[in-house]
């Protein structure tokens, strides 16, 4: 385990004190030149219709798969309606229809 020299508290509070407004300075310094960068117009709007499409497929796929869904309701509900059915007989050529 470490020693820890009751001196050593101080110096390292010196020093992070120190190294507080050294480091927001730099922070705000980033913040600054990121703020500089603005998105043109015509990047802006592209995006926009990019977003505008991507809801249209979102639309249409959840359409696609509500059909999806009620054809396999469909289907299955079939399946039971037809295995609670007796078999079916051919009709004989002999009777007339």
Do not use: C
Request: no cysteine; proline share 7%.
């Amino acid at each position: 385990m470490w020693h820890i020299s009751p001196f050593m508290i101080p110096i390292i509070a010196m020093i992070m004190g120190g190294m507080y407004p050294l480091l927001r300075a730099y922070a705000k310094r980033i913040e600054r030149s990121n703020a500089g960068t603005a998105i043109p117009a015509e990047v802006t709007s592209r995006l926009e219709r990019i977003e505008q499409a991507v809801d249209a497929i979102a639309v249409e796929v959840e359409r696609i798969s509500e059909g999806q869904r009620f054809t396999t309701k469909l289907l299955s509900e079939t399946t039971r309606v037809e295995q609670k059915l007796p078999a079916r007989s051919e009709p004989s050529s002999n009777q007339p229809t």
